[in-house]
């Protein structure tokens, strides 16, 4: 099976460091995501420091996953690199996901926390971040080694392709 049926999410990490090679590498995989037009409208923070990554991780309720990590990634839509601006959320999407399944690949465990278009979520992490105006700030990946091991479910549904019509 391919990565996509190996990727899950990995929440508790150990306190081993990520290497800065690894940590290239899903910059490069979040890199090479199609985009609209290519616009490739994506920045990114790498966030490292042991207090920012607790601030991170008081920014919402689901966020606690990044106390932990050993990086965040801040993944960032920029509106002024973008020609198809209206199609940015889709790009960082496919960004996203390939920084997950980099992330796989290279043996560790990654989870995506939702920042994007919830308002209060957003506006604490461009505060913090000093994050401009134009720049959407998506999501935050959590990055680790996983301090566990889970077993991906398969959940492949048929009723819920259609053939020709709906
Ligand atoms: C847009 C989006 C937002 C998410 N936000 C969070 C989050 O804030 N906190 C969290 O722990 N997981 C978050 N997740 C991870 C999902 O909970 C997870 O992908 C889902 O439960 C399926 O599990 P899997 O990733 O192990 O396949 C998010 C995933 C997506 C795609």
Redesign the pocket.
Known sequence: MSLIFK???V?RFTDQKVEDEKIENLLKAGMQAPSACNQQAWEFIVVSKPEDKLAISKM?E??K?AEKASHLIVTLGNLNGANCHRLIDQDLGACNENILLQATHEGLGA????FHPIEDRTLRLKEYLNIPDNCIPF?VICVGYPAYESE?KLRYDESKVHYDRY
């Open positions: 990727r899950h999410s929440r919402h689901y966020a996953p989870v995506w926390l939702g999501s991906v």
